[in-house]
Every structure is written in C-alpha cells, then in structure tokens.
C-alpha cells in the first residue's frame, strides 16, 4: 500500500536549523499538493506550509522568512528546511499528501495520507 515516511526531527539549540523530508511509497499515479503540519501537545494541528505538484509553496505566518518547502517529483519526496528555530516551533510535525494511487484491487483511489510524525524540540 501507500506510505509516508517522515525523517530528520531532532533536538536543537534555538536559532539552530533541521531539514525534514517526507518521502512517499507505494504504488503511485499521481502525488498532487503536499503539506506539513505541526501539534504542539494540548494544541491543535496547525498548517506550516504547502506545496503543489508544480513547487508553488505556501507558508503559514508564524514560519515565513524562516522555512522553506521543496519536493523533488522524481524521488516522491517533500522537504521543509527550518532555520533560526525558536523554542516555539517544538512540536510534532507531520507530512500530508494529496495521492492518486492503485488499491490492492487495481482500482484508482484518491486520498490523503497522513504520515507518522516526527518530533522537533528546540530547546532556549
């Protein structure tokens, strides 16, 4: 079946850097918008930033001028480099991809999948 396969959290210092990479599996058509989102504990999941199939990226406030999102279509895999991280941006970060893919069956699903997370801590 399809997976998403996150890596690269960690611990860091504040105004250190991370790169994370999101990378898809699995029996593809079609990878269409990507994003990664974030939680915090006792928040909600919030967006951090998007990318479409054709690299426009979007960010949400609290990360613009800090990270950037990428993909490289070839690998099927996205990527969010973040710099100058604060004590703020600790929290769970997770890969969601817009997919268009093969079930077991041969039939064609569209659906979004959640990666697994990877934990990001920045420390003051």
């Known amino acids: 079946q399809v997976q998403l396969v996150e890596s690269g959290g960690g611990s860091v210092q504040a105004g250190g850097s991370l790169r994370l990479s999101c990378a898809v599996s699995?029996?593809?058509?079609?990878?269409?918008?990507m994003s990664w989102y974030r939680q915090a504990p006792g928040m909600q999941r919030e967006l951090v930033a998007s990318?479409?199939?054709?690299?426009?990226?979007k960010y949400g406030d609290a990360v613009k001028g800090r990270f950037t999102i990428s993909r490289d279509n070839a690998k099927n895999t996205m990527y969010l480099q973040m710099n100058n991280l604060t004590p703020e941006d600790t929290a769970a970060y997770y890969c969601?991809?817009?997919?268009?893919?093969?079930?077991?069956?041969?039939?064609?699903?569209?659906?979004?999948?959640w990666g697994q997370g990877t934990q990001v801590t920045v420390s003051s």
């Open positions: 990318i479409t199939s054709g690299g426009i990226g």
């Open positions: 969601k991809a817009d997919l268009l893919y093969y079930n077991p069956s041969d039939e064609y699903v569209a659906h979004n999948y």
């Open positions: 699995g029996r593809l058509i079609r990878i269409n918008d």
